[in-house]
């Protein structure tokens, strides 16, 4: 199998697509409208790196996208924090430790996507 190839080597791609899937089930269930940017900017960094790897335009929409997605999962985590001890305090124990999951997802691709080499 080529180096190219490998699970390893596409995991940033899959891992987009992923999150990407992800925020749609949040916004369906009542998330904000921003979520939409969230979606859009995780499927698109994602074909970009399937489709056009070393790219000009790869390297940095990944890392925004990362970034991006960072922040919002941040915003979350924090929220779901701030309503443990409240009436809503059974959807906070599965919040947050899920929007921490993908806080350490998104950390890792903003550094796979800021490690990648330029075309």
Not at 25 to 44: E, K, Q, R
Request: proline share 4%; charged share 5%; with cysteine.
């Amino acid at each position: 199998m080529n180096s190219d190839q490998s699970i390893l080597s596409r995991l940033p791609t899959i891992l987009f697509f992923v999150t990407g899937i992800f925020w749609v089930g949040v916004l369906a269930t009542g998330g904000g409208i921003l979520l939409g940017w969230a979606i859009i900017t995780c499927f698109a960094s994602g074909v970009f790196l399937y489709m056009w790897t070393a790219s000009w335009v790869t390297r940095p929409l990944v890392a925004a996208s990362a970034l991006f997605g960072l922040v919002i999962t941040g915003y979350q985590f924090y929220v779901a924090l701030t309503a443990l001890g409240t009436p809503v305090q059974s959807v906070a124990i599965i919040s947050a430790p899920l929007f921490a999951v993908f806080a350490v997802v998104y950390i890792y691709l903003l550094y796979a996507g800021a490690s990648r080499p330029q075309a």
